[in-house]
């Protein structure tokens, strides 16, 4: 494990908050996907937006498509017949074939998207598209009736919707006018003055907790772990506690040691007012790294198994909190 960190040291940087916090044009967002009658990312029938861009680069990133805060160009292998259209239109002459493997230099790849444009079968795909405040709202109003009637809403994920926090801004205001109910799925990873301004238009906030140990967060995600706690922290202290729901992503010999999972505790018996927590397990995802053209760093490809589970779920609720297995 320590050589592999070693390796990829040099990409785990902790990024600059001013670049965290940098906008797009105040009106104008950058999304991946808008998943409609969602029903695994708070209470009701929700549409979630998956913005793009994220400060933080965990290991096991189960959405890889959302890291980078520009287009990806995926390549979906299964779909693709072999006709060459790609190489004959890419301008940068980034794709070839060797031995009927297709192939992509993602060096000299612009992204630009001609060959997803011309490609017969869908084998390739920009993902990431801008859009404006006004289309996000209009795609957001279609399900109104839904929300009213289940209890559901609008959810922020990511990526990091943080990292867009003035378009994240207008997005939740204009939610808030139409009485529409917000969450937002966030690391927590901001800075306080930008969580702030953000927290007060959000109804429930879905919050990660990964690992306590300040050492291991960096290594695993490339960033410290005390704005997440400092932010968190400040929900708690104003008297919102009770409207977070704690993610905690249960990884196989990185986030469910006993040491991790006391700290967990600990913490969480400190900050009254939180209730509840969610265990995300883990589960491979390497194929979307490979399709995107991103390393798969995790060295684990098992699920944790279910006595792992019961046993941390037992922990947390033995200081009274509700624990659910599953987003």
């Known amino acids: 494990?320590?050589?592999?960190?070693?390796?990829?040291?040099?990409?785990?940087?902790?990024?600059?908050?001013s670049k965290v916090t940098a906008p797009l044009k105040k009106h104008e967002g950058i999304i991946f996907d808008i998943m409609r009658y969602a029903i695994h990312d708070g209470p009701g029938v929700r549409t979630?937006?998956?913005?793009?861009?994220?400060?933080?680069?965990?290991?096991?990133?189960?959405?890889?498509?959302?890291?980078?805060?520009?287009?990806?160009?995926?390549?979906?292998?299964?779909?693709?017949?072999?006709?060459?259209?790609?190489v004959n239109v890419c301008p940068t002459k980034a794709i070839t074939f060797n031995r009927d493997k297709h192939f992509i230099d993602r060096n000299t790849c612009t992204k630009c998207g001609v060959c997803a444009d011309?490609?017969?079968?869908?084998?390739?795909?920009?993902?990431?598209?801008?859009?404006?405040?006004?289309?996000?709202?209009?795609?957001?109003?279609?399900?109104?009736?839904?929300?009213?009637t289940s209890g559901g809403g609008v959810t922020f994920s990511g990526g990091e919707p943080l990292y867009q926090p003035l378009f994240l801004k207008?997005?939740?205001?204009?939610?808030?006018?139409?009485?529409?109910?917000?969450?937002?799925?966030?690391?927590?990873?901001?800075?306080?003055?930008?969580?702030?301004?953000?927290?007060?238009?959000?109804?429930l906030f879905l919050y990660d907790l990964k690992l306590l140990d300040d050492f291991n967060h960096r290594k695993y995600t490339g960033v410290s772990n005390k704005l997440i706690i400092e932010n968190l922290t400040y929900l708690v202290e104003i008297g919102r506690g009770k409207d977070v729901i704690i993610?905690?992503?249960?990884?196989?010999?990185?986030?469910?040691?006993?040491?991790?999972?006391?700290?967990?505790v600990d913490l969480l018996q400190k900050l009254k007012g939180v209730e509840e927590v969610d265990l995300?397990?883990?589960?491979?995802?390497?194929?979307?790294?490979?399709?995107i053209g991103k390393e798969y760093l995790m060295p684990i490809h098992s699920a944790p198994s279910?006595?792992?589970?019961?046993?941390?779920?037992?922990?947390?609720?033995?200081?009274?909190?509700?624990v659910k297995i599953g987003g």
């Open 1 to 17: 494990m320590k050589l592999l960190h070693e390796q990829n040291r040099g990409r785990y940087e902790a990024p600059n908050l």
């Open 170 to 203: 207008e997005a939740l205001k204009e939610c808030k006018d139409r009485k529409i109910h917000v969450a937002l799925d966030t690391s927590g990873y901001a800075h306080p003055e930008v969580f702030k301004s953000i927290a007060e238009h959000v109804d």
């Open 118 to 148: 011309t490609c017969p079968t869908g084998a390739l795909k920009i993902i990431g598209r801008k859009i404006s405040l006004e289309d996000l709202m209009a795609t957001i109003e279609r399900d109104i009736i839904l929300y009213d």
């Open 247 to 264: 993610r905690f992503p249960v990884i196989p010999k990185i986030t469910d040691t006993d040491e991790n999972v006391g700290k967990l």
């Open 48 to 86: 979630t937006i998956f913005m793009k861009g994220c400060p933080l680069q965990c290991w096991w990133c189960h959405n890889p498509e959302g890291i980078s805060s520009t287009n990806d160009l995926a390549y979906f292998d299964y779909k693709c017949i072999g006709c060459k259209t790609c």
């Open 306 to 322: 279910e006595e792992r589970l019961a046993y941390i779920r037992e922990k947390l609720e033995a200081i009274g909190l509700r």
């Open 280 to 291: 995300l397990p883990f589960h491979d995802i390497s194929e979307k790294y490979m399709r």
